[in-house]
């Protein structure tokens, strides 16, 4: 099985900062990667498909990166909204699977 | 629009089946995938298995023994059971969309059932 190793596990900042969260494959995985944003109470929520490619009702200050066994989410310029936790997920093969999440707090 | 919703018991004794309904509107379950998954304080989000448009299933290997999943598209239902219960399948079970055949990942949810596993 692929495992996602997110991190930092948790990422306190202050509203208006730019972050970047990490999340490393343990085999390559071309760009089979894909990022969900989950507030509390709430269910997942697709930000970002295939490393880097937008999602229609996304805001714009989320973008991703990399290919192989390196990606990255960023963030631009946070927002109070954006305070949740963060998962990726593989698609390169059977079974999916998830990391294990960054959480963005508030500093 | 599209909307996915679970129901399920709540409460589930150990030994006993778990058994989920995910009904469905805005799109029809013979063009899409039907994803599985589950949120559990032990292992965080897990791909439990998915049925294809088509009616085929497929399943994590880690539940493949005790784990089935169907449908029932006159009623626009996909169905979850999975039998030998533990505590430690206590969390919340997740019906999703696969966005298109072929890109297994998930651009809809439901919002998800909380079952608890216990005595």
């Known amino acids: 099985d692929i495992v996602l190793t997110q991190s930092p596990a948790t990422l306190s900042v202050t509203p208006g900062e730019s972050v970047s969260l990490s999340c490393r494959a343990s085999q390559g995985i071309s760009t089979s990667i894909h990022w969900y944003q989950q507030k509390s109470n709430e269910s997942p929520r697709l930000l970002i498909k295939y490393a880097s490619q937008s999602i229609s009702g996304i805001p714009s200050r989320f973008s991703g990166s990399g290919s192989g066994t390196d990606f990255t989410l960023s963030i631009n310029r946070v927002e109070s909204e954006d305070f949740s936790v963060y998962y990726c997920?593989?698609?390169?093969?059977?079974?999916?699977?998830f990391g294990s999440g960054t959480k963005l707090e508030i500093k | 629009q599209v909307q996915l919703k679970e129901t399920g018991p709540g409460l589930v004794q150990p030994t006993q089946t778990l058994s989920i309904t995910c009904t469905v509107s805005g799109f029809s379950l013979t063009s899409y995938y039907m994803q599985w998954v589950r949120q559990t304080p032990g292992k965080g989000l897990e791909w439990m298995g998915f049925?294809?448009?088509?009616?085929?299933?497929e399943y994590n290997s880690e539940f493949k023994s005790r784990l089935s999943i169907s449908r029932d598209t006159s009623k626009n239902q996909v169905f979850l059971k999975m039998n030998s219960l533990k505590t430690e399948d206590t969390g919340v079970y997740y019906c999703a969309r696969e966005d298109r055949v072929g890109a297994p990942y998930f651009d809809y949810w439901g919002q998800g059932v909380m079952v608890t596993v216990s005595s």
């Open positions: 049925i294809r448009s088509g009616g085929s299933t």
């Open positions: 997920q593989q698609s390169y093969s059977l079974p999916l699977t």
